[in-house]
Structures are given as structure tokens and as C-alpha cells.
């Protein structure tokens, strides 16, 4: 056995804890073909809305691709992209400006993946064939679309947050790795149609799901995160008037 066929059986091992599972799971920006059974994404899905929610209303749409409709649907997102046409979101994931630092985390998160891949600041052909990846699901067999409908507010968007979590989480479980994938949502329009998606819905974010390719550097790079001093707070003594 090879060492990149060491690292995909082991990836592909199941985690035996929750913490596991959690500290394993990252955004997989490469796939292997190999499919993923329609009885294990129901599977993942069933445990997915075990996700809380307010009152229990459970706001979320799962459309789920695979085989020749997956290849359709990217071929022709794809085609979109590198075209330039002009899709735009329905809703603002980030505001027109960043604050400082978040910005700096952001900056950070994209040098540190383009340098996994060899790709230099400034090179932006380079940058564009990366970024089309995200179009075809990083070769995913598996694109889930989330969709929430239109008359739900923020509280609403929050229990679609907490699924989507619940849903990488479970992958992780089965040995799967997943990727979520905001960049689809300029796409609606397109993948609406294509999915026949009613119009009450309106998309989210789309999910790459598969097994990891442990042979792509990209799927090695893991970015920092914050130490609990920096967002976290406790508190022992509230404010007096």
C-alpha cells in the first residue's frame, strides 16, 4: 500500500469520538469518484435533523445531485463563471467592508491555501481555475443544496446553520468528508431552474460531500484558529448601575 493510499484509508476510518469528529472535519477541497450510496445520504440526513430548532419548526430544503445531473448542473455553472456573466447573490454574506480583523483572517485563510498549491499572489489565471473548482463540487459525487424559505427571518437562517454543522459532523462520522460552499449562491438563478427548486425557496449555500483525495496537498492545509482568550469571556461579576 502506498503512502497516499495509507492516508485515504485512514482518512476514510470513521472517528471514535464526538471531539474526533469534530477536530478532524475541514473544508475538503478535493474528492475521490468513488460514490456515496443513496441509503448512507439518507442516513447523514436523518441525523442532520436531529440539528435544534426554534420551536421546532425545522426551516431546511436538502436537494440532493448526483451521477449525470451533477455533471450537468456543473458543467453549466462552470460555463457561467468563466464567462463572466453577470449572476449576483439574493442576500450579502459579508458586508461591503470587513472589519480589520476579520479581514486579516480571511487574507490569511486564502494566502495559506493558494501557497499550499503552489499558486502565487498576482496570478490570477491560476487563482480563477482554483476558485472555478468550487463549481465543480472539487469533484464531489455529492452536491447538497440548502434552501430556506423566503418568508423566515435571521432566527430561521441560525437553525439552518446549526443542521448544516450537524450534517459535516455526521459525515465526518461515516468516514465522509464534506466542503460548504457559500460561492454557489451567486448561482441561484441557474441551479434553482435546474432543480426545479420552488420559488418560496431561496438557496443558502451549497455541500460538497465524498471521500477525501489525501493525495491533494489542499486537502493537508488546515488554517489557524483563535485561542479561546481572544473571543471568549468569562464573566463573575455583573455591572452595577
Same mark, same amino acid.
Given at each position: 500500500?502506498?503512502m497516499?493510499?495509507?492516508? /485515504? +484509508? ?28 443513496d !441509503? ?15 420551536? =421546532?419548526?425545522?426551516?431546511?430544503? $436538502?436537494?440532493?445531485?448526483? &451521477? ?9 455553472? $462552470? ?9 449576483? @447573490?439574493?442576500?450579502d ?5 470587513l472589519?480589520? $480583523? ?7 485563510? &486564502?494566502?495559506?491555501?493558494? &501557497?499550499?498549491? *503552489?499558486? @502565487? ?10 476558485? +472555478?473548482? =468550487? ?15 423566503? !418568508? ?6 441560525? !437553525? =439552518? *446553520? ?33 432543480? +426545479?427548486?420552488?420559488? =418560496? ?17 489542499? /486537502?493537508?492545509? +488546515? ?5 479561546? @482568550? $481572544?473571543? &471568549?469571556?468569562?464573566?463573575d461579576?455583573?455591572?452595577v448601575?
Open positions: 500500500m502506498t497516499t493510499q495509507e492516508d /485515504n +484509508a485512514a482518512r476514510h476510518q470513521p472517528p471514535q469520538t464526538v471531539q474526533e469528529a469534530i477536530l478532524s472535519r475541514r473544508s475538503i477541497r478535493a474528492f475521490l469518484p468513488d460514490p456515496v450510496a !441509503d448512507t445520504i439518507r442516513d447523514l440526513l436523518e441525523l442532520a435533523a436531529r440539528a435544534p430548532s426554534g420551536t =421546532n419548526i425545522q426551516p431546511w430544503n $436538502v436537494h440532493v445531485v448526483r &451521477g449525470a445531473a451533477r455533471d450537468q448542473l456543473c458543467d453549466e455553472i $462552470v460555463a457561467a463563471f468563466i464567462a463572466d456573466e453577470d449572476h449576483r @447573490e439574493e442576500y454574506y459579508a458586508p461591503e467592508r472589519g480589520d $480583523v476579520y479581514l486579516a483572517r480571511r487574507r490569511a485563510n &486564502g494566502w495559506g491555501l493558494y &501557497g499550499t498549491l *503552489g499558486i @502565487e499572489k498576482g496570478d490570477k489565471t491560476k487563482m480563477k481555475a482554483q476558485h +472555478a473548482r =468550487n463549481f465543480r463540487l472539487f469533484d464531489a459525487p455529492v452536491g447538497m443544496f440548502l434552501t430556506i424559505d423566503r !418568508d423566515l427571518k435571521f432566527g430561521s437562517w441560525l !437553525d =439552518n *446553520g446549526l443542521f448544516l454543522q450537524t450534517l459535516m459532523l455526521a459525515a465526518r462520522g461515516k468516514g465522509l468528508d464534506t466542503c460548504p460552499q457559500q460561492a454557489f449562491a451567486r448561482y441561484h438563478k441557474i441551479i434553482q431552474k435546474r432543480l +426545479a427548486i420552488p420559488p =418560496n425557496e431561496m438557496l443558502i449555500c451549497g455541500l460538497a460531500l465524498g471521500y477525501a483525495d489525501m493525495s491533494a496537498p489542499e /486537502n493537508h492545509y +488546515a488554517p489557524e484558529r483563535e485561542p479561546v @482568550e $481572544v473571543f &471568549g469571556r468569562f464573566v461579576e455583573l455591572m448601575d
